[in-house]
């Protein structure tokens, strides 16, 4: 029963925090989240330090179920990158793939529209059909939904266009932040 454990201080050594990504004042990137309306904005700090919109889109973000969560709402800065993330099913068995994933919290990313191994085979029509259903309700399970041709375009605006090819994980040589209301 955990109302019989006592309550104490949680101790967690400084050997096992991680100080990366290191948070610079001076970010010049920032991906703004809409939960409401299910849209996202790309901004970005031009030379004269004004911010600029350079990308609007469409997306579909998370909500309680009994396989995810709601996408939650804060302040987060992307600590990794991947161009392949896989998922499960609710039996825990791989159940596919999203294409360009940028993590912003806890298990939460924002990527391509994804994709089971059998819909693989039509591929595109899949896309098209769930693609249709971003901008409408939340429906994931945790995490930002985009088409994949603009999931591409941010994972490149994220790393700068400097990638590791030997790697699945990818890290961004500058601040981006992440703002979800």
């Not at 990527?111 to 309700?137: C, Q, S």
Request: a positive charge.
């Amino acid at each position: 029963n955990a109302l019989s454990i006592a309550e104490k201080p949680l101790k967690v050594s400084k050997n096992v925090i991680t100080r990366y990504p290191a948070v610079n004042a001076n970010f010049r990137k920032a991906i703004v989240i809409d939960l409401e309306n299910e849209n996202q904005g790309i901004f970005q700090k031009n030379s004269e330090g004004q911010w600029e919109l350079i990308s609007y889109t469409l997306n579909k973000t998370g909500m309680e179920s009994t396989l995810g969560f709601d996408t939650p709402k804060g302040y987060f800065i992307v600590p990794a990158l991947k161009y392949e993330m896989g998922y499960r099913d609710e039996y825990n068995n791989a159940a596919g793939m999203a294409k360009y994933a940028i993590r912003f919290s806890g298990g939460g990313y924002i990527h391509g529209t994804p994709i089971n191994f059998e819909e693989n085979i039509n591929r595109d029509f899949f896309l098209r059909e769930k693609d249709g259903t971003l901008g409408t309700v939340e429906g994931t399970r945790k995490c930002i939904r985009n088409m994949e041709s603009h999931i591409k375009f941010l994972f490149d605006w994220v790393t700068n266009g400097k990638v590791n090819r030997k790697s699945n994980e990818q890290r961004p040589d500058e601040n981006v932040m992440v703002i979800v209301f």
